[in-house]
């Protein structure tokens, strides 16, 4: 949809391909599946947006390294491309269990967390790749961070790792402004907080009634 292109990069040395993205579709409104979407944004610059975000949060490892670049008088985002063995819809159509369904479920549960915290209305198993080790590895956010300050589905939250959420408690939006700011406007930033605050009440009032050791690994 977007339509990207796949490049060779090389340095004389290490070869290797990357994915260019130059999409930036901005609309009052459009529909999308059968619904009008108000404020419209399909953007390259959610990805950089993304990737920064997920570096603050510790996740940057479950994503592509991204930066922004210039290609063919056009400017766009840079993603390396990843060694995945297939994406999610193709191992759930084919029925794959992965080797570690505990590592796996976590791999998930903090995929749910980083996806409500970003209002990604695109995340579908497409848009989840799985490595040669089971590595889950999370693209294509151009339809992300919209205005809405609501949690689009609080269900998924049922789990997430201590790490993410104290790094989610300490956010400030002064971090995010700093290293957003190229990428995000301010009610995008905005917006960013304010699901911050839910998924952190969200987390804490389910450790207040099912414990510790049922919510956070």
Request: one cysteine or more; glycine letters at 4%.
């Amino acid at each position: 949809v977007t339509a990207p292109r796949r490049c060779t990069l090389s340095d004389g040395t290490i070869t290797h391909d990357a994915l260019f993205q130059s999409v930036d579709e901005r609309r009052s409104s459009k529909e999308v599946l059968g619904r009008i979407e108000m404020n419209f944004v399909d953007s390259y610059l959610y990805n950089l947006a993304a990737y920064e975000l997920a570096t603050m949060l510790g996740l940057e490892k479950m994503m592509p390294v991204t930066v922004e670049r210039e290609l063919l008088n056009e400017r766009g985002c840079l993603s390396w491309w990843l060694p995945a063995q297939f994406d999610e819809l193709t191992r759930l159509q084919k029925k794959i269990s992965p080797p570690d369904p505990a590592a796996w479920n976590a791999q998930m549960s903090n995929m749910a967390v980083f996806s409500q915290l970003v209002r990604d209305t695109d995340r579908n198993a497409v848009n989840v790749l799985i490595g040669p080790n089971w590595e889950l590895y999370m693209i294509d956010f151009t339809r992300a961070f919209r205005l809405d300050r609501g949690l689009d589905n609080p269900k998924v939250l049922t789990r997430c790792s201590r790490e993410l959420l104290d790094k989610l408690r300490a956010l400030t939006p002064e971090d995010v402004t700093a290293r957003t700011k190229r990428y995000l406007r301010p009610p995008e930033i905005k917006g960013v907080m304010a699901r911050r605050d839910k998924i952190v009440a969200h987390f804490e009032a389910l450790i207040a009634a099912k414990g510790e050791a049922e919510v956070l690994y």
